[in-house]
């Protein structure tokens, strides 16, 4: 049974027909890749599934559930969180209220009990600072907790915002480029926090452009260009299919050429 | 063991309203004091608004109107004593601030200034207007609180100006606690939140429009509040309590302080409610310093006074 299932999913900005009738689906603990090259369509997608872009065709399936247009968050309550390529951290919040943050569905109560500091309400606090705590250790940042979010550096925020997404306990979790701006030795890190987490059973859907890092994760790829998809399948298959290598991979081999002459 | 900065804004804050009288030379200082915590309580909701969940609000004053006239006019109509009757005003204007809340928080930036000034004139409008029932421009009288000669009577003996200092700075000190204890609990952190990203917030689950709407019902009833001591120690009120002008001072206040400090910007309060009366030698160039002070600070210390000022000194700590 499929916990995610995306048919037939399109929008289109203006004239330009950004993403078009793509499809796939995504069962439990699976880590499921997107590529393509850029403006492919990739974040477009990630936008429409987590509720951010209202799609203009198609549907997003969660667990049997129809919740296409559904606010991002009610998708998570739901159980679907998600990072941004583009980092949107809460600046001025401490590295440890981010993560807090992640847990806002498990920590709400009254505003009343928030406004006269009740037990119940700092029990609620204590609880999710608790567990931030203990993300954080895991993306590697517990000694930055009380740091100001807007002082790390970039690829530190980048697992900033997946110990906050992880926060929600979620069931799926959609990852914009987590791996950007980090370098080898964090981009393995990251490599084996996906993994454990989908061991965990939650299904992942990537993207990414570090090609090995996919190669070596995806039990899926789907394969974009220009808002349409052109293959689907494990990654042997896909690191073989002329289609693919030519829209990306051979970009990719193009840019590497340009990069070391 | 270092304090909680919770704990450290309440202590200076009880600290300077308990010593202050000691340095006070005439009567006439306890008047300028409450009407600072009077200013600093309608700041304070607007570090809720503005500090915390980062929306702006023009309008603001026509709350304290609302909350100004239930207290000249529940005594009289609804027989309420004026205790009730500043409750019964913050319980209007949290409604009004629900209802009218509801549509303008759709509203980002400038739009929504320009739509919550609407409101503001609007209520200033209808009490200028309804002059059977306010009196019109020329304001009504307000019943006395009454509790100054509950005080008395067990042995507590204040002159009204000493009372209202004393009241007045008492409240200010409740509405600040209640501020900072939002601060740390997670429905200022929703508010942080969707302050610092609103697509974050709502993908980890923040509804944001009803966040935005906790925030602008409580400080609409800050701004009530304030209205209503306001009201209840002049004994006296016009439509300005609602006025524009009254509006952008309450912003002014809160920013020049620091709107993401309730320290900050009680101390933005207590600057533009005193200055101007310092500013008098420079005589009618008064309005005219009082502007270049306002830019100054904000060209040179953007997050506003007190947050520039620490950051300063934590930076040479360092
Ligand atoms: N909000 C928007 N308004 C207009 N056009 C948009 C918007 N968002 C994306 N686009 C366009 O849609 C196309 C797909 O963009 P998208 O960001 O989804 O690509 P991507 O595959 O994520 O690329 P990258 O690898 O660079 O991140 C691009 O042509 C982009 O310019
Ligand atoms: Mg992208």
């Known amino acids: ?40 369509g990739k974040t477009t997608l990630f936008n429409m599934i987590s509720g951010v872009y209202a799609p203009a065709r198609g549907r997003v399936v969660l667990d049997g559930e129809d919740v296409t247009r559904m606010p991002p968050h009610l998708l998570a309550r739901r159980g679907l969180s998600r990072t941004f390529q583009n980092l949107q951290i809460f600046q001025s919040m401490s590295v440890l209220e981010n993560a807090v943050v992640g847990h806002h569905l498990h920590e709400r109560g ?62 799926v979790l959609l990852l914009d480029e987590p791996a950007a701006g980090c370098n080898a030795v964090e981009t393995e890190e ?3 926090l996906i993994a454990q987490v989908a061991a965990e059973g939650v299904s992942i859907l990537l993207v990414e452009h570090d090609m090995k890092m996919v190669m070596r994760i995806s039990n899926h790829i789907v394969v974009l260009d220009h808002g349409e998809k052109i293959a689907e399948g494990e990654p042997a298959a896909i690191a073989r299919d002329p289609r693919v290598i030519e829209a990306y991979l051979g970009a990719q081999a193009t840019e590497a050429k340009h990069a070391d002459g | 063991m270092r304090l909680s900065s919770k704990v450290t804004t309440l202590l200076i804050l009880a600290a300077v309203i308990a010593i202050a009288p000691v340095f006070f030379p005439s009567s006439y200082y306890f008047r300028v004091g409450s009407l600072i915590f009077v200013n600093g309580l309608a700041v304070t909701g607007l570090v809720i608004l503005i500090g915390y969940a980062g929306q702006i609000s023009l309008g603001h004053a026509g709350f304290a109107g609302i909350g100004a006239y239930a207290c000249a006019l ?30 303008i928080l759709r509203l980002k930036g400038y739009y929504l200034a320009v739509a919550s000034l609407g409101f503001g004139i609007l209520v200033s409008m209808v009490l200028s207007n309804e002059a059977q029932l306010t009196g019109g421009p020329d304001g009504m009288a307000v019943p006395e609180l009454g509790l100054r000669g509950a005080l008395k009577a067990i042995g507590i003996d204040l002159s009204n100006t000493e009372f209202w200092y004393a009241f007045s700075g008492f409240v200010l000190v409740l509405g600040a606690w209640l501020a ?45 509040v304030s209205g209503s001591l306001l009201a209840l120690q002049n004994k006296f009120i016009t439509p300005d309590v609602a006025g524009f002008m ?27 409610t005193t200055l101007p009366q310092v500013l008098t030698i420079f005589q009618e160039y008064e309005q005219l310093m009082l502007g270049l002070v306002m830019m100054l600070v904000m060209i ?3 997050e506003g006074l007190l947050p520039s000022i620490t950051r300063r000194i934590r930076g040479r700590g360092e």
């Open chain 1, 110 to 171: 009254s505003v009343f009990a928030d406004l006269f500091s009740l037990p119940a309400a700092r029990r609620r606090s204590k609880a999710s600072e608790d567990s931030a705590r203990a993300l954080l250790d895991r993306v590697g940042l517990g000694r930055a907790a009380e740091q100001e979010a807007g002082s790390l550096s970039y690829g530190a925020l980048k697992r900033l915002e997946i110990a906050r997404a992880l926060a929600l306990k979620p069931r």
């Open chain 2, 300 to 302: 040179f210390m953007r």
């Open chain 1, 1 to 40: 049974m499929s916990l995610l299932q995306i048919e037939g999913l399109g929008i289109d900005f203006g004239g330009l027909r950004a993403v078009n009738d793509v499809g796939f689906s995504l069962k439990p603990g699976e880590i499921v890749s997107v590529i393509g090259p850029n403006g492919a």
């Open chain 2, 180 to 224: 900072l204890n939002l601060h740390h609990s997670p429905t200022g952190r929703a508010l942080r939140a969707l302050h610092g990203s609103e697509v974050a917030a709502r993908t980890v689950g923040v509804d944001v429009a009803h966040y935005k709407l906790v925030a602008f019902v409580l400080s609409a009833v800050y701004a009530s």
């Open chain 2, 74 to 103: 529940a005594p009289v109509h609804l027989g309420l004593h004026p205790a009730f009757a500043a409750l019964l005003g913050a319980a209007l204007s949290a409604g009004i601030a629900f209802l009218v809340g509801r549509p």
């Open chain 2, 246 to 272: 009254h509006s952008i001072e309450m912003v002014t206040m809160t920013v020049l302080g620091g709107a993401g400090s309730v320290l900050g910007a009680i101390l933005g309060a207590a600057i533009l």
């Open chain 1, 190 to 192: 990251i490599d084996h």
